[in-house]
């Protein structure tokens, strides 16, 4: 029998970064610390031909076929885990992994107790699945308000991880060397349902995670955003810039609260003497990013993929400069392990208007579809639809202190990242998912 139809084009995709030259491996060796991996080691983890299959395509499924699907993107499947539907009973099975995918074997000297909060959000799981694959031990503390298990659950069981249901509202007791405090709804839609959360989340978590470093004397990462910055009458934004936030309008509980968790983390420091580090992360995209987060990327490959009108809000002048998930993994742990305490941006000065963004979005949804000789039934418009309130009219991070005190530059183009993207999200699509 043949293998189910899949989405993936026949020849390996070769990624090249900003240069031209092929990206191989993320990360680097800086500051006493490796953060190097093999790219393909970590897309095994995000990037799979499918994600659930149908109970009787599994028996014709030979191992060696997937293997060699896989093998377009990944060195196998032997590390992954299978999700199961059974259309007669419309039940899903999910099986173990038969092994993990290997973790460095590090000396106890070297090997780090990382806590990661909000460590099965988007952002979140792809520093952990760094951070694994690495040889550290993990801590996720999550309380699935919108991040979800399964971007982290390839790790479930490994004597190197342990997830915990926790709201960083409640303080957590752990020992632990490193914290990246990343727990808050990001999404504009998420974090405006319900403002008083998340400025309690900002500021209460905040609180109890600088707590917890100040005990344990572990170092503290907080990831604060460009939204600090409002709606900027300074472009590009540098650090030093103070920002210009509209303190009572809809996205005040998220620009505000990542303020007062900027001024509280200085508070511990100069107070404490906690050890910190804050990086100010611009816009970010990638393979599990939440589909129907509401956020740009992910609205335009889902709408562009369904081939549904993609949403332009206001007239699309609004400027945004876009981040690949890697780029920013790459700059949280060079910033984490590098003497660096003063707020970093951490971005990627590609900037575009939202106009010109659509028209690319759809160009590379076109060609991947091409590619996998997809027909569309026509070419979907852009349709334009109310501007929302406070939306910064510009942004684009001045990432000069990141070069100078980290030695990082964003390495992927903007064009390769989204490819990936649209394959993710084509590969959910394919299985029904998304
Ligand atoms: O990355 C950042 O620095 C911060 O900004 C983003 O907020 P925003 O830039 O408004 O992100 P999106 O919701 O993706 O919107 C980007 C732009 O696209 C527009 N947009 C969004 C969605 C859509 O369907 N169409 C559309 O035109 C928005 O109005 C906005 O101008 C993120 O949501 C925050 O998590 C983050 O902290």
């Given at each position: 029998m043949s293998p189910p139809a899949n989405d993936m084009p026949a020849a390996p995709i070769k990624t090249l970064d900003k240069d031209g030259k092929e990206i191989t491996t993320v990360g680097f060796q800086r500051f006493g610390f490796d953060s190097e991996v093999p790219l393909d080691v970590?897309?095994?983890?995000?990037?799979?031909?499918?994600?659930?299959?149908?109970?009787?395509?599994?028996?014709?499924?030979?191992?060696?076929?997937?293997?060699?699907?896989?093998?377009?993107?990944?060195?196998?499947?032997?590390?992954?885990?299978?999700?199961i539907y059974h259309p007669d009973t419309k039940g899903i099975s999910y099986t173990t992994l038969s092994r993990f995918p290997p973790v460095k074997l590090l000396p106890p000297s070297e090997r780090k107790r990382i806590l990661v909060t909000g460590g099965a959000g988007f952002v979140g799981s792809h520093l952990v699945d760094r951070l694994m694959i690495l040889g550290h031990e993990i801590t996720v503390i999550d309380n699935f308000f919108t991040g979800s298990k399964t971007t982290v659950s390839h790790w479930i069981g490994h004597p190197n991880f342990e997830m915990v249901r926790h709201d960083v509202v409640e303080p957590f007791m752990i020992e632990c060397d490193q914290i990246y405090h990343l727990a808050c709804p990001a999404s504009p839609p998420h974090y405006q349902f319900n403002a008083v959360k998340t400025i309690k989340t900002s500021f209460m978590g905040t609180l109890n995670m600088l707590g917890l470093a100040k005990r344990t004397k572990a170092r503290f990462l907080i990831s604060s955003t460009s939204e600090v910055y409002g709606d900027p009458e300074v472009h590009p934004q540098t650090e030093d810039y103070w920002g210009h936030v509209n303190p009572i309008g809809p996205r005040a509980c998220y620009d505000e609260g990542k303020?007062?968790?900027?001024?509280?983390?200085?508070?511990?420091?100069?107070?404490d003497g906690v050890d910190v580090r804050v990086a100010r992360i611009f816009n970010t995209y990638g393979p599990r990013m939440n589909p129907y987060d509401g956020r740009v990327v992910s609205n335009f490959i889902v709408q562009a993929l369904k081939g549904e009108d993609m949403t332009v809000y206001g007239d699309g002048t609004q400027t945004r400069s876009f981040?690949?998930?890697?780029?920013l993994v790459d700059g949280m742990i060079a910033l984490m392990n590098s003497d660096e305490s003063r707020p970093v941006n951490i971005g990627n000065g590609d900037e575009f208007t939202i106009g010109d963004f659509a028209k690319l979005v759809r160009e590379i949804v076109e060609k991947v579809q091409d590619e996998d000789g997809v027909k569309r039934a026509r070419r979907v418009e852009i349709k334009y639809e109310p501007i929302p309130t406070d939306d910064p009219q510009k942004r684009r991070p001045d990432t000069t202190r990141a070069k100078?005190?980290?030695?990082?530059?964003?390495?992927?183009?903007?064009?390769?990242?989204?490819?990936?993207?649209?394959?993710?999200?084509?590969?959910k699509m394919a299985e029904g998912s998304l």
């Open positions: 970590l897309r095994s983890l995000y990037l799979r031909p499918h994600y659930v299959l149908k109970a009787n395509e599994l028996e014709s499924l030979s191992s060696a076929i997937e293997e060699s699907s896989n093998a377009q993107f990944t060195q196998g499947a032997a590390y992954q885990s299978k999700s303020r007062v968790a900027e001024t509280l983390t200085y508070g511990f420091q100069r107070q981040q690949y998930i890697h780029d100078q005190s980290l030695q990082w530059q964003p390495r992927w183009t903007v064009r390769m990242g989204l490819e990936e993207m649209v394959r993710y999200y084509k590969a």
